[in-house]
């Protein structure tokens, strides 16, 4: 045995020297660990705002152009199994540029993955429109909607093609509640995703027909996909909307929906 072994000081020293050791070991860890949490913070920080910054000058912009409106929609997802989720939706228009409510609507609807390139899903959504001004209630002219779609996905190197088709039957409703109407339509959208490596923006374009016997409607789609955080998403676009009647005018939109999973 050797005589730092033996002296009882030394022992207590050496025990004391690697207590400090250890202290500042696990200093450095919580620094480096709250270095990394706020670097976080910072960047999460910076999406805000720049989704912020893109929003306002939307606004602005629809506030200028009487053709001009905003859509904007909240999104949860809960995915069940593997292959099957339910999604709920909630949004709302407006009309005359922000000036007035145009409609809004809630939408439920389950997706199930039958292949790893397709999936089909069900679903049900109601509709209030802004009532006409001979009317007692604000919201009226309800609608409800069945719809059924398949969707088929083909990536292609960094891009995404998707093709969703959807049968939607309606049941309309006047004011009153008792002129009653059934309609169906067909909707085939079609749209590229460009998907950037390590990048929390992807690109996209959309077109969505309207028709049944003929085409009623028609949606182009211009934006991006901002990824906040996991789980957390949102859709920025601009859409022009042209309806073949003639007494509409197409109208610019702006678009801003919100995207949470779970």
Not at 111 to 118: F, H
Not at 217 to 231: C, M
Request: glycine content about 4%; some cysteine.
């Amino acid at each position: 045995m050797s005589a730092h072994d033996s002296h009882p000081i030394l022992s207590i020293l050496d025990i004391r020297h690697f207590s400090l050791l250890k202290l500042e070991f696990t200093d450095v860890d919580v620094i480096q660990s709250v270095t990394i949490l706020l670097r976080s913070e910072m960047q999460i920080m910076k999406k805000a705002l720049i989704v912020l910054s893109v929003v306002l000058v939307a606004v602005a912009y629809a506030k200028v152009d009487e053709d001009a409106n905003v859509w904007a929609s909240v999104n949860a997802t809960k995915k069940i199994t593997p292959d099957f989720w339910m999604t709920g939706r909630v949004e709302y228009w407006s009309r005359e540029a922000l000036e007035t409510t145009d409609l809004w609507f809630a939408r439920i609807w389950g997706t199930y993955r039958i292949l790893d390139w397709m999936s089909i899903g069900l679903g049900y959504d109601h509709t209030r429109t802004e009532s006409p001004e001979s009317s007692t209630t604000r919201y009226c002219q309800p609608k409800n909607n069945i719809f059924g779609q398949a969707t088929v996905t083909v990536p292609v190197s960094d891009f995404r093609l998707i093709f969703r088709q959807r049968y939607t039957r309606t049941r309309s409703s006047s004011c009153n509640g008792k002129d009653r109407d059934f309609s169906s339509t067909m909707r085939s959208r079609i749209t590229v995703k460009y998907v950037i490596p390590d990048c929390p923006i992807s690109p996209f374009v959309a077109d969505e027909m309207f028709y049944w016997g003929k085409m009623t409607q028609n949606r182009t789609d211009i934006g991006f996909t901002f990824k906040l955080t996991d789980g957390n998403s949102i859709n920025l676009f601009y859409r022009r909307l042209s309806k073949f009647n003639p007494d509409h005018r197409n109208n610019n939109i702006l678009g801003i929906d919100y995207m949470y999973s779970f």
